[in-house]
């Protein structure tokens, strides 16, 4: 059975860089048959897209998150993981990383169960 | 590029059908099949329930249905039951420089 786990600090300070890594087990990375993505929620609102990566390192991005977002994959390790720069207060949300199956613009098959995020000094 | 639009909230009697709408535009809901549903608990991750606009992923109940008319795509949940309440989000490709997008979200509750 696939799982995707988040990790992480839980906090981290305005104007900083925010890291988080996707350790994935119970299969590889570097399948030629999926995509892996991040989506955060702000606490009480709605899901946002962060962007997607492809084993080869291929990546899209969402325009509005695209200056501040790098995401990278270590298929050595199968993991991937992300990096928002000069965050704020509005950073702060729940982080999830999941599976994308059928090309980068495909469903969210598999989540991680998310880790929250604060932004505060 | 904004969200899809979802109705806040929608509410039934259990062993009752629902209907939740997801409303887009060409660029999205209705230029592509791209469109797959998602339900949501409290405190935990999201789970795929439909994906290209009509396909029901294994596991998951046939109580579930999804289709779509125009720019509007639909979750259509039959036989209510006290587990389904919960959030539920759309999502779509977009060809829009935005790329994904997702819906605004409807909280569904049992009466």
């Known amino acids: 059975q696939l799982q995707l786990q988040e990790s992480g600090p839980g906090l981290v300070k305005p104007s900083e860089t925010l890291s988080l890594t996707c350790t994935v087990s119970?299969?590889?990375?570097?399948?030629?048959?999926?995509?892996w993505g991040w989506i955060r929620q702000p606490p009480g609102k709605g899901l946002e897209w962060i962007g997607s990566?492809?084993?080869?390192?291929?990546?899209y991005y969402n325009p509005s998150l695209k200056s501040r977002v790098t995401i990278s994959v270590d298929t050595s390790k199968n993991q991937f993981s992300l990096k928002v720069r000069s965050v704020t207060a509005a950073d702060t949300a729940v982080y999830y990383c999941?599976?994308?199956?059928?090309?980068?613009?495909?469903?969210?098959?598999?989540w991680g169960q998310g880790t929250l995020v604060t932004v505060s000094s | 590029q904004s969200a899809l639009t979802q109705p806040a909230s929608v509410s039934g009697s259990p062993g009752q059908s629902i209907t939740i709408s997801c409303t887009g535009t060409?660029?999205?809901?209705?230029?592509?099949?791209?469109v797959s549903w998602y339900q949501q608990h409290p405190g935990k991750a999201p789970k795929l329930m439909i994906y290209?606009?009509?396909n029901r992923p294994s596991g998951v109940s046939n109580r579930f249905s999804g289709s779509k008319s125009g720019n509007t795509a639909s979750l259509t949940i039959s036989g209510l039951q006290a587990e389904d309440e919960a959030d539920y989000y759309c999502?779509?490709?977009?060809?829009?420089?935005?790329?994904?997008?997702f819906g605004t979200g409807t909280k569904v509750t049992v009466l």
């Open positions: 119970g299969g590889s990375i570097s399948s030629s048959r999926y995509y």
């Open positions: 990566i492809y084993y080869s390192g291929s990546t």
């Open positions: 060409s660029s999205d809901v209705g230029g592509y099949n791209y």
């Open positions: 999502s779509s490709y977009t060809s829009s420089s935005t790329l994904r997008v």
């Open positions: 290209d606009v009509t």
């Open positions: 999941a599976r994308i199956s059928s090309g980068w613009y495909g469903p969210y098959d598999y």
